[in-house]
T-cell receptor, first 116, second 115 residues
Framework: GAGVSQSPSNKVTEKGKDVELRCDPI?????LYWYRQSLGQGLEFLIYFQGNSAPDKSGLPSDRFSAERTGGSVSTLTIQRTQQEDSAVYLCASSLGTSGGIFEQFFGPGTRLTVL | AQSVTQLGSHVSVSEGALVLLRCNYS??????LFWYVQYPNQGLQLLLKYTTGATLVKGINGFEAEFKKSETSFHLTKPSAHMSDAAEYFCAVSGEISNTDKLIFGTGTRLQVFP
């Protein structure tokens, strides 16, 4: 079947604009993660969804960042009032669940965000 | 909090030579350890992982890693490098929070393979 897909693959925006990044996880995967990969910070965890549980938002860098997961499937990461330091590759991953690292996280190809 | 240190941001080897990528971790709980590979303009792909049990873990593409608790290390090795192994490699740890598997990554090591 299809892997994790993300759209758009590239996004260029102007400082101060809002952006939405989309992630389609693998069908049947209940866990979904967002990570950010940037030159300055490396790969860092942003947010995690598992089924109907409250998301773990502990990695979101500011209140300009938010994410939702509708119907337990597709997720959207929204960045409001973008800043140049938000420029990065945003990676989405999904897995069958969470159980002591047993379930592999499958990563999408990422969305490269450039804030001018 | 858990953390990962990868020694050497760049490693260069000749084709056929041993590959050794170093990873040390810090964790207050028994860690789950992972190696991921990232090819240019692609997402991350799991090479191998250690959760419990045997400390020598074999992964895809001929890679293996050994969990050494006494040294807090999880180094990645491959006996003979191929040109196709050129990529960036990330070591990661999880397990501190029991109800999530969020990954804490190292800064990555870029592997170059010369003919």
């Amino acid at each position: 079947g299809a892997g994790v897909s993300q759209s758009p693959s590239n996004k260029v925006t102007e400082k101060g604009k809002d952006v939405e990044l989309r992630c389609d996880p693998i069908s049947g995967h209940t866990a979904l993660y967002w990570y950010r990969q940037s030159l300055g910070q490396g790969l860092e965890f942003l947010i995690y969804f598992q089924g109907n549980s409250a998301p773990d938002k502990s990695g979101l860098p500011s209140d300009r960042f938010s994410a939702e997961r509708t119907g337990g499937s597709v997720s959207t990461l929204t960045i409001q009032r973008t800043q140049q330091e938000d420029s990065a590759v945003y990676l989405c991953a999904s897995s069958l669940g969470t159980s002591g690292g047993i379930f592999e996280q499958f990563f999408g190809p990422g969305t490269r965000l450039t804030v001018l | 909090a858990q953390s990962v240190t990868q020694l050497g941001s760049h490693v260069s080897v000749s084709e056929g030579a041993l590959v050794l990528l170093r990873c040390n971790y810090s964790s207050s709980v028994p860690p789950y350890l992972f190696w991921y590979v990232q090819y240019p303009n692609q997402g991350l792909q799991l090479l191998l992982k250690y959760t419990t049990g045997a400390t020598l873990v074999k992964g895809i593409n001929g890679f293996e890693a050994e969990f050494k608790k006494s040294e807090t290390s999880f180094h990645l090795t491959k006996p003979s490098a191929h040109m196709s192994d050129a990529a960036e490699y990330f070591c990661a740890v999880s397990g501190e929070i029991s109800n999530t598997d969020k990954l804490i990554f190292g800064t990555g090591t870029r592997l170059q393979v010369f003919p």
